[in-house]
């Protein structure tokens, strides 16, 4: 947003009365709407050069300023290459335990098979039952199944980048239409909504990484599960990378929280109404809820506007695309039909999978829910 990281010009208003103003005169109706809502642009730069000069955080985006984090958010080449290691180690496949009665099928050394009746004693092909010996040499069977943890983020990363683009484009639209007087303060009030939004799509990586680290956890610890390097290796990454977006949507919400407190030390008009100083009035965390009009048409994106003036987040279909008006609701064809039924093919019940798809609930419903965060905790715990 090129017209956010802007060099404030000073522009003067230069008054041709020879007199000064004397507040101790009647004011006519024009005087009094003008005084009301007169910036002292003088003021509102000497405040900002005292606020920002040397100070970089009043025009950058990014979320760290610098130091190791700042260096692991530039290396996204490395990022791309643990997020492509899902969808391309082992083929999208996973290896998992064939289970008969509750118990693994046995291959023999002869690759002869033992299945498990229902008292849980092993038998061959001929029906007899195998002695302890033999079971001792033999290995557990195992077959390929999809991996349905590793597409939780083939899905989530795409709608986490979707909603911070609307945002985006809805936050500049809103700067532009700032009245000029008010553009100075504006500019800060915008930036610390674009690190507010940047750090609602960093939760929602968050939360999709997050999911995916408790699918393996839950799976490795199912009587399906094999640990074996691959998924491991997966298990690893998905850790790091819902711990890394855990700290930058922290480090985006304190960015977010230091603009808008520098804002408001600037002089402005119009007491952040939303509709010469939108800019404002979106960044603000109490105009949802004394004007929630006013909020969904000015500072959420049409395509995420919910019935009953609710601000939503984009769906995704149960075939990994974006949907940001959730048309795939009235078609029940959004995604977490598709990971539970993925889910109940690798062997995992709904109970335990419960945990880790709470953190997705918003990808099928449109609407974020406010618990979605201890979710994600929880399942990286």
């Known amino acids: 947003m090129q017209a956010l990281i802007l060099t404030f010009a000073i522009s003067l208003s230069l ?4 007199s000064a103003f004397d507040e101790t005169q009647p004011l006519s109706a024009e005087d009094e709407h003008q005084a009301d809502n007169y910036i002292h642009q003088g003021v509102a730069d000497k405040k900002y050069l005292e606020m920002c000069e040397g100070n970089t955080g009043c025009t950058s985006e990014d979320a760290f300023t610098g130091g190791a984090w700042a260096t692991v958010d530039k290396m996204m080449p490395m990022v791309s290459q643990m997020y492509a290691m899902f969808s391309g180690l082992s083929g999208g496949k996973m290896t998992a335990t064939v289970m008969e009665n509750d118990k693994p099928v046995k291959v023999g050394a002869n690759q002869q098979e033992f299945k498990p009746n229902k008292d ?12 302890q010996e033999q079971l001792d040499k033999s290995t557990d069977k195992t077959e390929k199944k999809t991996d349905i943890c590793g597409y939780i983020p083939m899905v989530t990363e795409p709608a986490a980048a ?5 945002q985006n484009d809805t936050t500049q639209q809103n700067y532009q239409s700032s009245e000029p007087e008010a553009r100075q303060k504006a500019s800060m009030y915008a930036l610390s909504k674009v690190h ?10 968050f939360y999709g990484w997050g999911a995916t680290a408790g699918c393996y956890a839950a799976y490795l ?11 491991s290796a997966k298990l690893g990454a998905a850790t790091f990378l819902a711990y890394f977006y855990n700290k930058k949507e922290n480090a985006h919400k304190d960015r977010s929280a230091a603009l808008k407190e520098m804002a408001e030390k600037l002089p ?13 009035f979106c960044a603000e965390e109490t105009s949802y809820g004394v004007d929630p009009t006013n909020y969904m ?6 395509v995420l506007q919910r019935t009953g003036e609710i601000p939503g987040v984009p769906c995704v279909t149960s075939e ?7 048309d795939c609701k009235a078609k029940g064809t959004c995604i977490n039909a598709k990971l539970v039924s993925g889910a109940m093919n690798l062997g995992l019940n709904p109970a335990q999978m419960k945990d880790p798809l709470s953190g997705l609930q918003h990808l099928s419903t449109g609407y974020e829910s406010g618990n979605l965060a201890p979710l994600a905790n929880k399942n990286l715990a």
């Open 15 to 18: 008054f041709a009365q020879e």
């Open 120 to 131: 849980g004693d092993y038998l061959d092909a001929k029906g007899n039952k195998v002695p």
């Open 162 to 166: 979707l909603y911070q683009q609307t």
């Open 196 to 205: 507010d939004d940047r750090s609602k799509a960093a939760k929602y990586q």
């Open 221 to 231: 610890m199912s009587p399906t599960g094999v640990a074996d390097w691959q998924t």
């Open 268 to 280: 402005g008009a119009g007491d952040c109404n939303p509709h010469t100083d939108t800019t404002c």
């Open 297 to 302: 048409k000015y500072c959420v994106a049409e």
């Open 320 to 326: 990994g695309e974006p949907d940001p008006k959730c």
